[in-house]
């Protein structure tokens, strides 16, 4: 453990509608620094209103953080991203990587997303809402081809308890760096795990499609693309993909 490592309190549930909807109450009553855990959800939610499968067999977590400052939690969803591919890696040597913002994946496919989302009222809170594949055997017909489990790339069941601890305390590693404004060396370790770093990548945003080589993150976490003509295009929002 490091000296700056955050003392969570810990919430388990067996059914909620959602960890990120459970946290933003706790964060209404002035609670923070705490995790969220259920074993399923009602209403799991991913980015831009999307579902989020949330059958039994998934871990589905949410960190509730006081945050001073909101200008820099998109750091929060890059440490967390690179928390569950260095767990997954240590648990099962799978070679996990982290898809810029907010994904982590197996052979290109997703096991891990994550949904940060803010609260401000008399203070400013942050919840981090990760979700990860464990243990199900399959997914819907619409995400079959897209999703994967660590019981699909394994066949072995994992204990959900155990990996959302190695989770938290990775998380906890790497928010050492955050608390010390140490945005650079965040940045340099997604690098290292990045599936997107380096690659020829197409990004659909709300202003448009745009195709270029991945060749950074910038200082507020958006994606650097340089297109065909040379130009360098800022990726603030959307879903990228490897072409
Ligand atoms: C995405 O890939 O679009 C983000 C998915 C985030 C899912 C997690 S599961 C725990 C937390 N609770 C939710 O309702 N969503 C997040």
Redesign the pocket.
Known sequence: MNNNALDFKFYNFKILT???DKAKELAKKGKYNLIIITKK?KK????FG?K?S?GLGGL???ILLKEKNLDKVRYLTLIASIAVAKSIRKITKLNALVKWP??VLIDNKKIC???TETVSNANNYTLI???VNINQKKFDKKIINKATSLKIEINKNYNIKNISKTIIKEFNNLYNYYNTKNYKKIINIWKKYSHTFGKEIKAKTLSGVYIGKAVNIDDNCNLMLRLNNGRIKKIVEGDIFVV
């Open positions: 959602s960890t990120n959800q799991g939610k991913g980015r999307r989020w949330s589905y977590m949410t907010n994904d997303g994550i949904l809402g990760i979700g």
